[in-house]
């Protein structure tokens, strides 16, 4: 009887753990056909000279020549370099402004609620919309801002089209309206910081400072791991603002690895060249977000 009842106990136990598993199958495998399906066709495709009004039945093999022809051009490795420089600038400024509203907001007594509902506000637009809302505000002949500085006896600047600004711009907008996104869950993060260590920390005689570097980013840490590899991603693949604004321009000075796919491979129809652009797209924010999971893990 007690074998029978430690088989039974074991089954029940296995059943148990399986049951989860069976739940999530559906979804598992449905996420995975969404996301392998593309990534296949998208491999596949990048090593031959695919046209879209030829079809699919005239694309021929070409091997590694689209590779040797992407790196071959010049814009695009203008395009990597811009794209690489503009993701960690962008990221770093925004997790390091999102830490600290986040903070800031977590210290108050009164208004957090209302605080939170305006700060989430720019990331709540269209980026569309911020992107026409800025061109107007920085326009160089009936913009706002200039206005400003030419009434203050200040330089006025074509921000879009002069290759000192335009990059730095870019950043900028992109910067103010993802921060917000960053705050969010920074802030959630720091609700599940117990209260009894930074008493403890000042019992100790710990300051601001110290509480903040040796119990607040300890205990946030993998929030901040998991930000940082979702504002990579999500930045890497930076492409409406650049569009509407810059076009790319001036020089290619704010040219992204998508906005030099659109104009050389999708707007021409040359869906080969444009998945092996893809490919390597996809491989280089692989490796950018490998840095974050490795330190999320330690």
């Not at 296995?14 to 996301?35: D, Q």
């Not at 070409?62 to 790196?71: D, R, S």
């Not at 019992?203 to 903040?212: E, K, M, R």
Request: aromatic content about 14%; overall charge positive.
């Amino acid at each position: 009887m007690k074998r029978n009842a430690l088989t039974n106990g074991r089954a029940s136990d296995a059943s148990e753990r399986a049951f989860p598993r069976l739940m999530i199958a559906p979804t598992v495998l449905v996420m995975a056909a969404l996301t392998a399906y593309p990534l296949v066709f998208t491999l596949i495709y990048s090593f031959t000279d695919y046209q879209y009004l030829k079809g699919t039945d005239a694309a021929k093999f070409v091997g590694f020549k689209n590779y040797v022809m992407l790196f071959n051009n010049t814009y695009f490795r203008q395009a990597v370099l811009n794209t690489v420089k503009f993701t960690l600038l962008a990221v770093i400024l925004e997790m390091v402004i999102g830490l600290l509203i986040a903070v800031f907001i977590k210290s108050l007594k009164k208004g957090q609620k209302v605080m939170r509902t305006l700060l989430l506000l720019p990331y709540l637009l269209p980026t569309v919309t911020v992107a026409l809302s800025w061109r107007m505000m920085l326009s160089a002949n009936y913009g706002i801002v200039n206005q400003v500085l030419e009434s203050l006896h200040l330089p006025v600047y074509n921000w879009f089209m002069d290759i000192k600004t335009a990059f730095g711009t870019v950043l900028l907008i992109d910067v103010w309206q993802n921060v917000p996104f960053v705050f969010l869950l920074l802030y959630a993060s720091l609700q599940g910081v117990s209260t009894n260590q930074y008493e403890a920390a000042m019992i100790d005689g710990a300051n601001v400072v110290q509480q903040f570097f040796y119990v607040t980013i300890p205990n946030i840490k993998s929030g901040i791991a998991l930000c940082a590899l979702l504002r990579t991603i999500d930045t890497f693949r930076l492409f409406e603002k650049v569009n509407i604004l810059t076009g790319g321009g001036p020089a290619g000075t704010t040219s992204t690895i998508t906005q030099f796919l659109y104009n050389y491979g999708i707007k021409n129809l040359k869906f080969g060249f444009g998945s092996c652009g893809a490919i390597v797209m996809t491989v280089l924010v692989l490796i950018l977000s490998s840095f974050y999971i490795k330190r999320a893990i330690h």
